[in-house]
């Protein structure tokens, strides 16, 4: 699976962005896809993401009712509408791609993704 990041940059608190994730390859039955992100000196964590199985799109706490997860049914593709940015969401975004046919975990889970893409850098200026 290769999947290739797009859409970050600089805004102002308040603005929006939309990343792109364009995947190849991904010949999983059933999948979960989805974004992560890392702040600096943070652990990785989840944004936002979605599973074949139950197609219900997992939001971190964090963002929901701002981030939105698009194409999110569709396997080529799946981007990240982001708006009311705060300085807080200041962070490397990851695409994700994992296989769950076998066993099925929540898509939120760090591990439960076997493919990221390399990143791309959101800074949110207050």
């Known amino acids: 699976v290769q999947l290739v990041e797009s859409g970050g940059g600089l805004v102002q608190a308040g603005g929006s962005l939309r990343l792109s994730c364009e995947i190849s390859r991904l010949t999983y039955d059933e999948y979960s896809i989805g974004w992560f992100r890392q702040a600096p000196g943070k652990e990785r964590e989840a944004v936002s993401c979605i599973s074949s199985k139950d197609n219900n799109i997992y939001y971190a706490e964090a963002v929901e009712g701002r981030f939105t997860l698009s194409n999110a049914h569709a396997r080529n593709r799946v981007d990240l509408q982001m708006d009311s940015l705060k300085p807080e969401d200041t962070a490397v975004y990851y695409c994700?791609?994992?296989?769950?046919?076998?066993?099925?975990?929540?898509?939120?889970?760090?591990?439960?993704?076997?493919?990221w893409g390399d990143g791309t850098l959101v800074t949110v200026s207050s």
């Open positions: 994700a791609a994992g296989s769950n046919t076998v066993v099925d975990l929540p898509c939120h889970l760090d591990y439960a993704m076997d493919d």
